[in-house]
């Protein structure tokens, strides 16, 4: 397989939760038939990872232990493996990551940027394997009241440069890192603007970029129906469609979504008119 984070093209990333209580699709993939047929119909629409996560990090949300979350994603990606879908696992703990990576994940993405277990840093190294360091401030029950900010953009730079520091410092490579800004963690609606209208400034810490805007409550209010009611979840996927298309063209190295087909065909117009060319998963294998 391609080594992605080097990848010259749009990385697609595609959504598999695994958990009763995700945003958007709690509940719908908890059968192991129902979540592997899934992951392989997200990965022959065209994405190039299939992200497993085993617990929530919606705002709120309870968390769970290692064991029931690995309980969770294991069979999945075991599954998966076997037909051949590569995978990144979404977790903030190390014993998690450790036990995905064994059973076929190529890629840890992680949350929390490493603050949410000391040990991932060690996990990661070891394993040689891409990390996705996303940035944070605290676990889902305290995210609203953390989205407290002197100037988003530049305090969000500043502490992705502390988490890719400490990664580096703790002997993982830099040229396994990716950066994600965090939409949605610790953010309300303006934060996530100003973020994806001033991308480029986050790009300058010289790192690939994971956008990950997909079904997130502050696209369902920019389209809120006259009364004010958010649009529900399911039918956010033109715009992140839209949001995730802007992120590439301003430099994004991928993007998450829920929506694989939507996305990758917005992607093809645009490589159409000029854009980079979306690779499909034969020619990255």
Wanted: proline share 5%.
């Amino acid at each position: 397989m391609t080594d992605l984070v080097r990848a010259d093209f749009p990385v697609v990333m595609g959504v598999l939760n695994v958990t009763p209580d995700s945003f958007s699709d709690g509940g719908r993939y908890t059968d192991l038939d129902q979540a592997v047929a899934h992951g392989i119909r997200l990965h022959t629409d065209g994405a190039h990872l299939i992200d497993v996560g085993g617990e929530s990090t919606r705002p709120g949300a309870e968390r769970v232990d290692a064991a029931t979350e690995i309980a969770r994603v294991l069979p999945v990606i075991r599954a998966l493996a076997a037909a051949g879908v590569p995978m990144s696992i979404d977790t903030t703990r190390a014993a998690v990551a450790e036990t995905a990576l064994a059973a076929g994940a190529t890629i840890v993405n992680d949350v929390s940027g490493g603050l949410a277990d000391p040990d991932m840093s060690r996990v990661v190294r070891d394993a040689g394997c891409p990390w996705v360091l996303m940035h944070w401030r605290g676990h889902s029950r305290r995210m609203t009241e953390l989205a407290v900010y002197d100037d988003v953009v530049a305090d969000v730079r500043a502490e992705l440069r502390q988490r890719v520091d400490a990664a580096l410092a703790a002997g993982v490579a830099a040229d396994r890192l990716i950066i994600d800004p965090g939409l949605g963690f610790a953010k309300n609606a303006d934060h996530n603007w100003q973020l994806s209208t001033r991308l480029p400034e986050l790009l300058d810490l010289g790192l690939p970029l994971l956008f990950a805007a997909s079904r997130k409550n502050y696209l369902g209010r920019l389209l809120a129906a006259g009364d004010g009611t958010p649009r529900p979840p399911a039918e956010r996927d033109v715009a992140t469609a839209a949001t995730s298309l802007l992120a590439v063209a301003a430099g994004a190295w991928g993007v998450r979504v829920h929506d694989v087909r939507g996305t990758v065909d917005a992607l093809a117009v645009w490589a159409a008119t000029g854009g980079p060319r979306l690779r499909s998963r034969e020619e990255s294998a």
